[in-house]
């Protein structure tokens, strides 16, 4: 607004004061003449800055003075180079019409990597795993048992003395151990995507592979307690103290990601970390196939250790 004879800097800010305006700017005399020259004149802004309005047409009045004095000088600085070729009014235009549809744009996306879930949903994709994990261990103590009770009762004495090798045997008892745990996986999966609603088929076949290798590992791990356990107590122990101190290092009951790097870099000893990594890049991190690749394999080492430890403990146990 420029100033009239009816319209006085005093009735501008009544009108600002009286929230009829949003605010009001004056403009000097001579300001587009002193642009033109290079010289600056102040404009007066009259309105309330700390209020949400206010602060919008200030930031809107200094954008647009920014925009105006670049274009004034470009087209003052243009017509000074070739001034028989670009004529300071076309240049003025142009370069003003040139803001309508800036160059530069800010865009708003989100990753289809990112999903938004509910805080409890995600919650769940953490816990479903861990408990998943940790009684899967647990559960080695029937196995472990089974063992035991086989050399107390002679059967597996009876089993060496006929023509099956050794590792036929250790292999029996595995493939029981892994069939029993990729059974529960199944359904435990399957009760976390359909009742608690964790995503487990973005990507099943990754899922399929994490659970295939954890289940491997904690065969292997199942075996390797049997071997060594002597007694129901001993086995009873051998199969809670791994539940224990792998859970809870893995993550299982409290996220790594909450913990300090020390305990993060300890917690990767245990192959329950392994596999939570596995499950909650697909479940969580919306990830694929390739996100689940190295957990597999480092699962995989650790069952491929257990089962050796377990095969050289036993050819020494039964000799």
């Not at 008892?173 to 609603?197: A, D, E, P, S």
Request: with cysteine; aromatic share 8%; charged share 15%.
């Amino acid at each position: 607004l420029q100033i009239d004879d009816w319209l006085t800097p005093a009735a501008l800010e009544a009108q600002v004061a009286d929230e009829e305006l949003a605010a009001a700017i004056i403009i000097p005399q001579g300001y587009a003449h002193a642009m033109l020259f290079g010289k600056t004149q102040k404009l007066v802004l009259i309105g309330d800055t700390t209020s949400t309005a206010g602060m919008s047409v200030e930031s809107e009045v200094l954008s647009s003075l920014v925009r105006l004095e670049g274009a004034v000088r470009t087209a003052i600085i243009m017509e000074e180079i070739m001034p028989e070729r670009v004529r300071f009014d076309y240049t003025l235009e142009q370069a003003l019409s040139k803001w309508e549809q800036p160059p530069i744009r800010i865009r708003e996306t989100t990753s289809a990597a990112i999903r938004t879930q509910d805080p409890g949903i995600e919650s769940l994709a953490h816990t479903q795993p861990g408990m998943m994990l940790q009684f899967a261990i647990a559960g080695l103590l029937t196995s472990a048992q089974i063992m035991v009770e086989e050399r107390k009762s002679r059967a597996l004495q009876r089993m060496l003395t006929t023509a099956t090798r050794r590792l036929h045997i250790l292999f029996g008892h595995f493939l029981t151990i892994l069939l029993l745990i990729v059974c529960q996986f199944t359904l435990l999966i399957l009760f976390g995507q359909f009742i608690l609603r964790v995503n487990y088929m973005a990507e099943p076949a990754a899922v399929a592979l994490v659970a295939f290798c954890a289940a491997l590992c904690i065969a292997a791990l199942g075996l390797l307690i049997g071997v060594l356990a002597r007694t129901e107590e001993q086995a009873i122990i051998f199969s809670l103290v791994p539940m224990f101190v792998l859970a809870g290092l893995g993550g299982a009951w409290v996220p790594l990601e909450f913990t300090g790097k020390v305990f993060q870099t300890i917690g990767y000893v245990s192959p329950v970390a392994w596999a939570m990594d596995g499950f909650k890049n697909i479940t969580l991190r919306g990830l694929g196939m390739e996100s689940v690749l190295l957990p597999a394999a480092a699962l995989l080492g650790y069952g491929i250790v257990f089962f050796l430890l377990a095969t050289w403990r036993f050819r020494r146990v039964s000799e």
